[in-house]
């Protein structure tokens, strides 16, 4: 037997002859998991990370989630209204974008950027592509590229906000002050007047030792011999680890709390919605890109050093805080777990899903380090999704049977279609 | 039991096992038939010649129709009766759905028979082998699984061959079937012998007897007979498909079957206990397989049993006969020609349609609760079906094939490595019928070109 179709047998003479009755239509059983409770089940876990951006950025994060939640279903429902054609699996996904893309915004913008996200999202990301399970990119990333790109200023500020532990989850984030000597966020009162801390973010102290005509640090963790006494130590500016574990560091609505996104992640995994090599084989790669690609450090005087290797360079303890400061500070997390998760936009085989997410980290990690975009990692992922049907189509699982090096299968006449005749 | 670590397969899935209703019912007498339809041809292929008249009183076991020739088989009445007519109609199970076949109906029966064994038996272990061939050919036996062939014909194919392992797949691994479970448990012995008879016919010494491990423990008469036989019984995990012939072979034999190939191919030859049972009979009481074990089960059936039914038995009356509500029952086969039974397996079954009658290929009539048809939408690519696929195919490309009508593509993904167990259908969270498309595609894929020109 042979899958070459030219050489086919034909069928017996008389099993033409004979009237089929039936086509069966086996299986007669099925499981109970529509696709709704996928997405159903994937806004359950986007509520821990929304959860903990409420209670860092207050009641403005509240009024922005509802705002790009709403504003996604009302633009999803006009949509659909408006041409004629029927809304697949109901507004579900309709509000999962929404709560996607209300999680990487950022929680002090003003009430038009969610709508306009919004209608970005679903309109350009989702409706034109034919709805759910045909677009290309992921659509929440659609709506936060756009108006990330409408509106860089506002949305990306040099100093972002983060309520003071004292005035959790009640106060405004805009009623913000710079502070002085901030070193750790638990140890801060609330500035007099304001409710909230203005820091820069985390990201962009790092992004100073990989881009900039001036390096500003003379070191990571250790300072070298005659380094003059202004230039700082990198990791010395950093808010502690644990601030950016539990999520007290400014940034997106639900970008900065990782805990909440690692136990969102360890839920999609067990329910099944997600295979873990996708969310490793980001985070693992962006590690690797991180720990290998060039710093600039400034030496004595005004040499720059150009240190390859930052992982080994000053030792694996300090090395290791910074490869961790690069993975946990910004919106790594949050692009691993539920952004290059996207079913649709996601390769179907668990091998184009490990190429997809090396593809992503690496791309965003690159974007991170040397170009210092705002959104990098949205950015990968949104790049690597357009290589998502090259991807499917390249890598092949080797089918039960198939000779493991095999010639390349014969030339077939063309014919049009065969199902019908 | 022998419980060797085998090792699993990449892909299928835990299906719920739900075989309670019938798992220790011992294999009962069907219940006497209004009629029978036997059919000629039960495998679907060419008919047998008639030898009775209508209104000739028939015995039990008496040839009712000659092979003509070809793969045609002689035809034998099951039960003692009278023949009512020679043209009627009967469906019988063929690989993709029901075939009308010529058929004798056969009224005034008799009551259904036990699984009898007799005292006299031939002693087959002295019998030369090719004495043992030739019974074997001229029996009329078949194989007892879809898509049903003449044994001889499958004794061809792996003598030609040349199988060096013989494999009987007793796992049945689908939810509600227990008839070959029940054979096993009852008949174990039998069985075992069968296959050896069947290994020496064809020269194999290195015999298999594949089963699911959580049924070990009522095989215990089995596991005596297979060890004074040399037959390695091997306890698999339940995990569907591990019953599919290429799944199978994968494990035990550690061949990979070619796409669109059968286990043949790769010198093995693949068997179910029915048949196994059937060629002792024949073999060691002169009886003629003209009787199968059906499981009658599911939610909607009122009588769960592991029923000795004979061939020709008509699926609806027998599953009519088990319904909770004779009344609502009786309207079926007037008002459609789809009876809400489902022959076979839940997972790889049939329809029943209303003139379908048991055939060997007949292992379950199931009257189950079927969920209300949800209406199939669009694919979210989750990459299920490619996750849980035995032939480690990729279903959603190929579901993309198959909307877009690319056959050649879909051949060059190997679409001829389906094993058609219906994983993908049931785990698609969009209802989309997977299983039907891949098979439609498979066999779009084997048809044979056009000549050029015409």
Known sequence: ?421 | MLRRCYGTFTGGIDLPDQKSATLNRSITPAPRPSRLLVPLGPCGGPTAKPLVAPGQAVEAGQMLARAAGGDAMDVFAPLAGKVASLDAVAAVAGPYGFLANAAIELTDLGECPAPASPATHENWIDCPTDALMQQLRQGGLTTHRRPVEPLATWLNKAAATRCDVLIANAVEGQPYVTADHRLLTEHGADVVAGLVILARVLGITKVLLAVDYRRTGSYQSLAQAAHSWDVATIALPHKYPIGADAVLVHLLARRQVPPGGTATDVAAAVIDPASCCAVFRWIVYKQRATHRVVTVAGEQAGRHENFWTPLGYPCAELARRTAPSEAGAARAPSASVVEPIIHGGPMVGLRCHAMAVVTPATNALLAIDEAPQASPTTCIRCGWCTDHCPARLNVAILNDDFELSRVNHACRLRVAACVECGVCSYVCPARLPLTERVKQLKQAAARPLPVEGT
Request: glycine share 8%.
């Open chain 1, 1 to 421: 037997m042979t899958t070459d179709r030219t050489t086919a047998q034909p069928a017996p003479p008389h099993a033409a002859a004979v009237p089929s009755y039936l086509i069966s239509n086996a299986p007669f059983l099925h499981s109970l998991e529509p696709a709704r409770t996928i997405y159903i089940v994937t806004q359950v876990a986007a509520c821990g990370p929304l959860v903990a951006g409420l209670v860092f950025f207050g009641w403005r994060a509240a009024i922005v989630a509802a705002l790009a939640i709403v504003s996604c279903a009302v633009v999803e429902k006009a949509y659909y209204r408006c041409t004629y054609t029927p809304a697949l699996l109901g507004r579900s996904h309709a509000y999962l974008t929404g709560l996607l893309l209300a999680l990487t915004l950022p929680p002090f913008v003003p009430w038009y950027v969610p709508i306009l996200a919004a209608v970005f999202a679903i309109v350009v990301g989702k409706a034109i592509f034919g709805g759910v399970g045909h677009f290309l990119w992921q659509p929440a990333l659609i709506g936060r590229l756009a108006v990330a790109v409408m509106f860089p200023a506002t949305m990306n500020p040099t100093a972002w906000p983060v309520l003071a532990p004292n005035k959790l989850l009640v106060g405004d984030v805009r009623q913000s002050r710079p502070m002085e000597n901030y070193r750790r966020w638990s140890a801060q009162p609330a500035p007099p007047g304001a409710d909230a801390f203005a820091l820069p973010r985390p990201t962009t102290i790092l992004g100073g030792l990989t881009t900039g005509a001036e390096p500003a640090f003379s070191g990571l963790a250790t300072k070298p011999e005659n380094a003059p006494p202004n230039k700082g130590l990198a990791l010395m500016r950093m808010p502690p680890l644990t601030d950016l574990f539990y999520g007290a560091t400014p940034g997106g609505i639900g970008e900065t709390c990782s805990i909440a996104i690692v136990l969102a992640a360890v839920y999609l995994i067990y329910r099944g919605y997600v295979k873990w090599q996708l969310p490793v084989a980001i985070v693992l790669s962006a590690a690797a890109v991180v720990a290998v690609a060039p710093i600039r450090l400034a030496g004595a005087g005004q040499e720059v050093r150009t240190v390859w290797l930052p992982l080994l360079a000053e030792g694996s303890d300090a090395g290791l805080t910074y490869v961790c400061y690069q993975l946990f500070s910004g919106e790594l997390l949050l692009a691993a777990v539920f952004m290059a998760t996207e079913m649709t936009s996601r390769p179907v085989t668990t091998g184009g899903q490990v190429i997809f997410g090396v593809g992503c980290g690496t791309v965003g990690a690159l974007l991170k380090l040397y170009l210092q975009v705002p959104i990098p990692f949205y950015m990968g992922v949104l790049a690597m999704n357009t290589f998502t049907p090259a991807i499917d189509s390249f890598w092949r699982p080797r089918v039960l049977g198939q000779k493991r090096f095999r010639l390349p299968p014969p030339k077939i006449a063309s014919r049009g279609s065969r199902i019908a005749d």
